[in-house]
C-alpha cells in the first residue's frame, strides 16, 4: 500500500527535454534524491532491478508529472532527465513498443461492444456492488479446475509491476496497467480492440455503467489514475467522453477503483504523501482522504466529503527547522460499498500522516448517497500516526507515535448472515479480521485475529465471500537482514497462508499454510493480493508468484500455477511473469484473468495479463 513518492514509477506520454547530463551526473543526483529508498528496500519501493527493467521516458514522466512531482520540483529538467537515464541505463528515445502492432489489433477493431446486466462478467473490483469478490455464474468450473491451461498472455510494453484488477463484461476484458494504458481486449482472444492512454498509471479496475444520452443507452468504462484523474470513455471505441480532477493535492491518487450505481460514479481518493515524509525538509502533511460523487454521464461534481472535517494547519517544527502540518491523511484505498436496502455507501480508511489524530482513521465509514454526509463512524485502530520516514534511518518526520500503520486497504463487504442480520466484513492489516452491524451504527458482532499486523500489511488488499465464508488472505509478510548494499530483503519463510471463517460468528472453519519458497530468490510465502471466489473454490495469489484454487470446503489446494517465467504473447511484446499481489483473477464465462508481476514493494516484476481456460481452449 506504501508508494514512496521517490520510487514509485509508472507511465506516460514523455515531456522531452533537449538538454542532458552525463552518467555521471545522473548517479551523484540518484545518490542525493532517491538512494535513499530504493537503496535500503524500503517497503512497497521499486529496487534498482526492477527501475533498470523499466523505459527512462516512463521514469521521466512520474518525475515530471506523477507520484514524485512534488519531490522532484527541485530538479531542473536536465536532472530528472539524468536520473531516469541512470537508473534505466537507457537513453531517452530508446526504441520501446508503446502502440499495439498491427497483428495484435482485433479484426473490425474496434468491433461492437454489446453487454448484458445478467451475463457472465466480473465488473469492476468486487464483481458487484457489495464487494463479495464472488460470482456464482462460473458454477461447475471447479470441476473442471485440474484441466485449467493456459490460454493466450498479453504482454504490458515497457511495464513492471503490475495490480490492476482485470475486468470481463461483453466477451471483452478490460485492464489498465502501470504504463497509463487501458486495454479492451478479446476474451477469447487477446487481441485489442481498443487501447486508451491515460496521464498516469492505472492502478484501479475498470468499472463498466450504462448511462443516459440525447442518442439514447451508451455502456461507459470508468476508471482513475495516479495523478487522481477520473475518466469516462466508451466501452465499445476507447474515444474519451469526460474527465476530470478528483482532488488537487500534488500527492492524490486513486489506488481503490471506483463504483459505479445509479448514473454516479463513486471515485474514493488517497494519496502518496505519506511517503514524502522521507525528506527532511517536506513540510509533512496537508492531504486528506475523500470520496467524490461524479454524473456518470457528465463528470459533473454532485459532491465531495473529506475524511478529515477541517484543512491541515500548522503545528510545529521539526528538528530541521522545516514547518510541519496536520491533520492529514485518512486516505481510502479500496473500493466502495453500496447498501441498496439504506440507500447509504460504506468505506474503510487509512492512518494519520501527521498530528493531530482523528476519529476517522483505521475506520469503517457510513455515507449518506445523495448527499455524501457521513452517519457514522466505528474506528477500529485509535491514534495510528504513521509516515514513511518511520521505516527510515532518519526519522525526522515520523510521528512520535510512529503508527502501527494499521490501515484497511480491504474494503467492506456487505452480507447477510443465516439469522438474517447484516453486517459489514473486512480485514484489516493489524490482521484482525471484523464484522460490523451497519444497521447499528458499526457495532461489532464479531472480531478475530489471524495474523500479528505489520506495516507491510497482515490482511491488505481484500478477501471474498460466499453465503457461509469469508475467505481470507494473510501476508504478514517480513523482512531479513542480507549482506549488502540493499539492506533487507524479503524473508522467503515468512508469510501465513489462507483463512476460512464463518460469517456467522467469525470461527475458523480451516486454514492452510503457505507451501514456501524453495530455492527461489527475492522471494516470500506471503499471501497479499486479493481473493477471489466461485461456487467451490477460493482462489489467492502469493508474492512467490504462485497461483492457487482452494477448496471451500477444506481447504485443501485444487490447483497451483507459477506465474513466474517468460511468455509468448498474443500482442508480439517480450513479457515476464512475477510477483502476485494487488488484484486478485477476475473469474466469468468459463475462463480466469489475472496480472503477474506486482514489484512496487521490491517483490519479482513482470508484465503480463494472463488468461485460463479448460484445456487452454
Known amino acids: 500500500m506504501r508508494l514512496p513518492q521517490r520510487c514509485v514509477m509508472s507511465c506516460c506520454t514523455l515531456l522531452f527535454v ?7 551526473d545522473g548517479a551523484a543526483l540518484y545518490k542525493k534524491n532517491c538512494a535513499t529508498c530504493h537503496d535500503a528496500r524500503a517497503d512497497r519501493v521499486p529496487t534498482r532491478e526492477t527501475l533498470r527493467a523499466m523505459s527512462p521516458e516512463r521514469v521521466l514522466s512520474v518525475l515530471e508529472s506523477g507520484a514524485m512531482i512534488s519531490m522532484a ?9 539524468a536520473i531516469a537515464e541512470f537508473v534505466t541505463e537507457k537513453p531517452i528515445g530508446h526504441a520501446l513498443q508503446i502502440s499495439p502492432l498491427p497483428a495484435a489489433m482485433c479484426a473490425g477493431a474496434p468491433g461492437v461492444f454489446t453487454e448484458s ?37 498479453f504482454g504490458f510494453p515497457g511495464d513492471n509491476g503490475e495490480s490492476a484488477q482485470p ?52 455502456f461507459v468504462a470508468f476508471f482513475g489514475d495516479n495523478s487522481a484523474t477520473v475518466y469516462a470513455v466508451s466501452a465499445e471505441t476507447g474515444k474519451l467522453l469526460w474527465k476530470v480532477k478528483a482532488d488537487s493535492h500534488p500527492a492524490a491518487r486513486i489506488t481503490g477503483s471506483p463504483t459505479f450505481y445509479h448514473g454516479r460514479l463513486y471515485v474514493p481518493v488517497s494519496s502518496s504523501e505519506e511517503a514524502s515524509a522521507i525528506a527532511t525538509d517536506y513540510p509533512c502533511c496537508s492531504f486528506r482522504g475523500s470520496l467524490v460523487a461524479l454524473d456518470g454521464a ?20 521539526n528538528k530541521s527547522g522545516t514547518q510541519l502540518w496536520g491533520p492529514s491523511g485518512v486516505a481510502i484505498w479500496s473500493s466502495p460499498t453500496i447498501d441498496e436496502q439504506k440507500n447509504l455507501l460504506y468505506a474503510t480508511t487509512g492512518d494519520n500522516y501527521s498530528y493531530p489524530s482523528t476519529m476517522n482513521s483505521d475506520a469503517f465509514l457510513a455515507m449518506d448517497l445523495d448527499s455524501g454526509k457521513i452517519l457514522w463512524s466505528r474506528q477500529m485502530t485509535a491514534s495510528d500516526v504513521w509516515n514513511t520516514a518511520c521505516r527510515m534511518a532518519d526519522k525526522t518526520n515520523c510521528p512520535e507515535s510512529n ?27 493489524s490482521g484482525v479480521v471484523y464484522a460490523i452491524d451497519p444497521d447499528k451504527n458499526g457495532e461489532v458482532i464479531w472480531q478475530v485475529r489471524i495474523g500479528k499486523g505489520t506495516v507491510g500489511g497482515a490482511i491488505q488488499w481484500g478477501s471474498a465471500v460466499d453465503r457461509s465464508n469469508i475467505y481470507v488472505a494473510l501476508s504478514d509478510v517480513g523482512r531479513i537482514a542480507v549482506p549488502h548494499a540493499f539492506g533487507t530483503d524479503v524473508d522467503p519463510k515468512q508469510g501465513c497462508g489462507m483463512f476460512a471463517l464463518s460469517l456467522d460468528k467469525g470461527e475458523r472453519v480451516w486454514y492452510t499454510p503457505p507451501p514456501g519458497c524453495g530455492e ?17 473454490v477460493a482462489f489467492s495469489g502469493s508474492i512467490d508468484g504462485h497461483l492457487r484454487a482452494y477448496s471451500v470446503s477444506d481447504g485443501k489446494i485444487l490447483w497451483d500455477f507459477d506465474t513466474v517465467g517468460t511468455y509468448a504473447t498474443v500482442n508480439g511484446v517480450e513479457a515476464r511473469g512475477g510477483s502476485l499481489d494487488g488484484a486478485g483473477p477476475a473469474i466469468a464465462d468459463g475462463m480466469l ?13 513482470g508484465n503480463v495479463l494472463l488468461a485460463f481456460s479448460v484445456d487452454g481452449k
Not at 18 to 24: E, K, N, T, V, Y
Not at 593 to 605: C, E, H, K, L, Q
Request: glycine share 12%.
Open 117 to 153: 446486466p445478467t451475463g457472465p462478467q466480473w465488473n469492476g473490483w468486487g464483481a458487484d456492488i457489495a464487494n463479495t469478490r464472488y460470482t456464482d455464474t462460473a458454477a461447475g468450473f471447479a470441476a473442471e479446475l485440474p484441466r485449467l491451461k493456459l490460454k493466450w498472455a
Open 167 to 218: 475486468t470481463t463484461a461483453g466477451g471483452r476484458v478490460f485492464v489498465g496497467s502501470q504504463g497509463g494504458k487501458v486495454y479492451s481486449l478479446s476474451a477469447e482472444t487477446g487481441c485489442v480492440h481498443w487501447w486508451f492512454e491515460a496521464s498516469a498509471s492505472v492502478r484501479t479496475a475498470v468499472v463498466i455503467g450504462r448511462i443516459e444520452t440525447e442518442s439514447g443507452r451508451d
Open 298 to 317: 457528465t463528470g459533473k461534481l454532485i459532491w465531495k466529503t473529506y475524511t478529515i472535517g477541517e484543512e491541515a494547519r500548522p503545528t510545529k517544527k
Open 520 to 536: 527461489r530468490k527475492r522471494c516470500s510465502p506471503a499471501q497479499s493480493a486479493a481473493v477471489s471466489a466461485i461456487p467451490g
Open 593 to 605: 484473468f489475472v496480472n503477474s508481476g506486482y514489484a512496487i514493494w521490491g517483490g519479482m516484476p
Open 18 to 24: 533537449a538538454c542532458s547530463l552525463s552518467a555521471q
Open 403 to 429: 503508527g502501527p500503520d494499521f490501515d484497511f486497504g480491504s474494503p467492506p463487504i456487505l452480507v447477510t448472515l443465516t439469522n438474517g442480520r447484516r453486517a459489514l466484513v473486512a480485514g484489516q492489516k
Open 73 to 81: 520540483s527541485h530538479l531542473s529538467a536536465a536532472e530528472r532527465r
